[in-house]
């Protein structure tokens, strides 16, 4: 039996969520990335609660997650029950235990009796309707969600609390993930593209236009996993819809390579679980997996190292980031995944990416906003962020790619400084880049100098609190010149006791420097 011992950031986090629930919060969201090791914190709480005679539940999305968590639960040595599908072919049923592991679609549709004292809901971002009906009525349950991307609308109205694990910039720094080599490739043109009722492209039509650059897909990825690894590599591919998926096996057999499809469509769990135990040995016969709408969730395959995303999104910044999950796993001999991108989401997303991996969630109720809101890649997104010439990420204050030795091209009189190497671009300094010239230290924290700016704001002005934050915006985005931070970025109040001297100096100077430009503009117009 292991020993279930807690790293020192999930013991911080297993003892904010028992701060909250002891304060009285009965929903709480659990946010932290994949790799954070939420399952652990969950039985550490677990084991405390049946040290107390307490129940508890805890609900996965699909029937293949059951006999997984049931797994580890029997690693550590927790007794439990399992409830999934028919009792009488279940050979884990035992009602008599005070932890049960439940599927959602029983959880839905059978009537379970007493509910338990304490309930955990794993990918609680999926958001099923009847269950949340359900457990709405639980008015004396507590309830803990899970989740790496809490960004389905309506969460803010359920969940009651939020506690954020280590951001995935920690994680990496930490080795708990690998990090990312992103490659810009060819992507479908998706304007004017049909769109579901929701916002979000059709599947149909997004797997109707990938099609015309599978030869692409292909080409590039021979090309690339023979630069980055010598030849073939562990592959999986987010594909939109069926057809597109069925299209690309074929193309990738003709080249000689082995991809299969796993989709809905599969006869039962039975022929996906054959397909993927396969994939999972070290020497697959299998090259890819192309999966379509299945593999974001739970899939757990650390060796894989390769990652092509096909499934373009105008909305669904959780789908891009569970996606780029799966290739982040670690496992020995792994220094880097590579990531393909032929949607543009890697373009599309890169703001919010980069705040994410750096800050975490803050608020539901903003974040919840981040599955709302429209983007498309833009040109100007793509020149900032990947070379020109090969198309992988390169750091914006970088001048020569580290991939192909591409240089930047010269603008003006600004002086060449070659940037830091690093080898995962999405970090904040890149996305949210000061104004040329503006050198400081503290211009890296984009969200301190936020405060700051709010702090010299409100201090300095008499003409209320509504003023102080358009001006500080003012300056803020005099700083960080066309960035896009998340919705609610401006909403919070100053802390000015948080104002570092260095940070304050500089909003002093970039006050005095857009008056005397005035000025000077007043001056001219006179
Ligand atoms: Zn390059």
């Known amino acids: 039996m292991k020993e279930l011992i807690l790293r020192p950031h999930q013991s911080h986090v297993e003892g904010q969520l028992r701060e909250q629930l002891r304060a009285g919060v ?81 959880f839905e549709r059978r009537d379970l009796g007493d509910p338990a004292d304490l309930i955990f809901y794993d990918e609680c971002h999926s958001q099923y ?21 809490p960004f389905a609308p309506g969460m803010a109205q359920f969940w009651g609390g939020i506690v954020n694990g280590a951001t995935v910039n920690r994680l990496l720094a930490d080795h708990f993930l690998t990090p990312l080599k992103i490659k ?68 990738f057999a003709e080249a000689g390579f082995n991809f299969q499809q796993i989709s809905y469509l599969d006869r039962g769990d039975d022929v996906r679980d054959e397909k993927i135990d396969e994939f999972r040995k070290p020497d697959s016969a299998i090259h890819g997996l192309v999966s379509c709408a299945v593999l974001t969730k739970g899939f757990d395959v650390p060796d894989v190292m390769c990652g092509i995303s096909c499934r373009p999104y105008r909305k669904s910044f959780s789908s891009h980031i569970q996606e780029m999950g799966r290739v982040m796993r670690t496992s020995p001999g792994k220094d880097f995944g590579l990531w393909l991108d032929h949607s543009g989401n890697c373009i599309s997303f890169a703001q919010d990416t980069a705040w994410l991996f750096e800050y975490g969630v803050d608020s539901l109720s903003d974040a919840a906003k981040r599955d709302a809101e ?139 420097r857009f008056r005397k430009r005035s000025k000077h503009n007043q001056r001219r117009a006179a």
Not at 129 to 149: C, D, N, Q, V
Not at 208 to 232: A, E, L, M, N, S
Not at 455 to 481: D, H, L, R
Request: proline share 5%; aromatic share 10%.
């Open 26 to 106: 009965s929903r709480i969201v659990l946010v932290a990335p994949t790799a954070f090791g939420k399952t652990e914190t969950a039985m550490f709480l677990i084991k405390l609660a049946l040290q107390k005679g307490s129940r508890v539940w805890f609900l996965v999305d699909r029937v293949t997650l059951v006999k997984q968590t049931s797994d580890r639960f029997r690693a550590y040595g927790i007794p439990h029950g399992t409830i999934q599908g028919a009792n009488a072919t279940n050979d884990r049923y035992a009602p008599e235990q005070a932890v049960q592991i439940i599927s959602i679609q029983t």
């Open 129 to 149: 309707a009847e269950t949340l009906s359900r457990l709405e009525k639980y008015s004396k349950s507590k309830i803990i969600g899970m989740t790496a991307t």
């Open 184 to 251: 810009a490739c060819v992507s479908p043109d998706m304007q004017g593209a049909r769109r579901k009722p929701g916002g979000e492209y059709a599947d149909e039509e997004a797997g109707q236009r990938g099609i015309t650059i599978i030869g692409d897909v292909v080409q590039t990825w021979i090309q690339q996993t023979q630069k980055f690894f010598g030849g073939p590599a562990k592959t999986i591919v987010f594909s939109p819809s069926i057809k597109h998926g069925e299209e690309l096996c074929r193309q």
């Open 374 to 512: 429209v983007r498309e890649p833009t040109e100007k997104i793509k020149q900032t962020l990947f070379c020109a010439d090969c198309g992988m990420q390169m750091e914006a204050a970088s001048f020569v790619c580290r991939s192909c030795g591409w240089e930047r091209p010269k603008r003006g009189e600004i002086q060449i400084v070659q940037g830091e190497l690093i080898d995962f671009a999405h970090s904040i300094q890149e996305t949210f880049q000061p104004r040329k010239g503006l050198r400081a230290e503290c211009v890296n924290d984009p969200r301190a100098i936020w405060n700051a700016a709010l702090s010299y704001t409100s201090s300095n002005s008499s003409k209320g609190p509504e003023f102080a934050k358009k001006w500080a915006m003012g300056v803020w985005f005099g700083i960080y010149e066309g960035a896009r931070p998340p919705r609610g970025f401006f909403d919070g109040k100053a802390d000015p006791s948080k104002v570092q001297t260095d940070q304050w100096s500089l909003i002093e100077r970039e006050v005095q």
